[in-house]
């Protein structure tokens, strides 16, 4: 009984590892650092609550988890595009975006993890032609690319959170312009910067003529003002004060008498 019982022990033991080492392969799964997982089952799909972080999972042999980048990812686009006035433009913009973890089982749902292809690149290429088609080619030649670049976050943010995608930024690239249209922009631009200065300096040569009017008529009107002050008396007030103050150098020896008009004359000794 004892031998029989041992082999019995033995057997099961054998049975239970190489079950173990067939199926072991299917007990655990890794979600990779930098990702998210959904678990997926062979009979009921995916999990519609089920998130695993990155990190060794233990699954059943029927289960297995699909793993998504939800890291920050960049795409460049390029989108051609028509201008409020009918001219086609060329716009070179980087999508910054990411999947949102804790929406993964939604996301996935009967899409094969191509995200990318069926959300972001498609609302991406509409949100540029939208922006684009606001402005003519004027407006978009001189409207700064930061203004730009939040409208078309404004709709493109809110268009793939719907399709549980986050958008982090939007950066244009470039813009291109047909040649003719840029070198006529640029030309028009160049004609009014010269327009302006040419004003600019027209308005300070106006002003400065004005200061010096201005300053004219002051000198006027106070010449007239003292000479409609200066009597003979004044005059000869000055005079006499005049003399005085030199009279107090001390290298001078004064000998004052006085002249036709009465007014002191100074001799040096």
């Given at each position: 009984m004892r031998t029989g019982s041992l082999y019995r022990t033995i057997f099961t033991l054998a049975i239970v590892?190489?079950?173990?080492?067939?199926?072991?392969?299917?007990?655990?799964?890794?979600?990779?650092?930098?990702?998210?997982?959904?678990?997926?089952?062979?009979?009921?799909?995916?999990?519609?609550?089920?998130?695993?972080?990155?990190?060794?999972?233990?699954?059943l042999p029927w289960t297995n988890i699909i793993c998504i980048d939800t890291r920050k990812q960049g795409d460049n686009l390029i989108v051609n595009a028509n201008t409020k006035n009918g001219l086609s433009v060329k716009c070179n913009i980087n999508v910054q975006f990411r999947p949102i973890p804790e929406k993964l089982p939604q996301l996935l749902a009967g899409l094969n993890a191509d995200y990318k292809n069926l959300f972001v690149k498609p609302e991406a290429r509409g949100a540029v032609s939208s922006i684009i088609s606001r402005y003519t080619a004027d407006e978009l030649y001189s409207t700064n690319k930061e203004a730009l670049q939040k409208q078309m976050m404004d709709l493109l943010g809110p268009a793939l959170k719907e399709h549980f995608?986050?958008?982090?930024?939007?950066?244009?690239?470039?813009?291109?312009?047909?040649?003719?249209?840029?070198?006529a922009i640029e030309q028009k631009l160049q004609q009014e910067q010269e327009s302006q200065e040419y004003e600019f300096k027209l308005k300070k040569a106006e002003l400065e003529a004005q200061r010096l009017l201005i300053e004219a008529d002051g000198l006027?009107?106070?010449?007239?003002?003292?000479?409609?002050n200066l009597t003979d008396n004044v005059l000869k007030f000055k005079g006499i004060e005049a003399t005085l103050e030199l009279a107090k150098s001390p290298n001078t020896k004064i000998i004052v008498i006085g002249d036709k008009d009465g007014l002191p004359v100074i001799l040096n000794d």
């Open positions: 590892v190489l079950l173990v080492w067939v199926f072991s392969n299917k007990l655990f799964d890794r979600v990779p650092t930098g990702h998210h997982g959904v678990l997926n089952s062979n009979f009921t799909g995916l999990s519609k609550t089920r998130v695993y972080e990155p990190g060794l999972r233990m699954i995608i986050m958008v982090d930024k939007v950066i244009i690239q470039e813009i291109t312009l047909p040649k003719s249209i840029s070198d006027a009107a106070y010449n007239k003002s003292l000479s409609a």
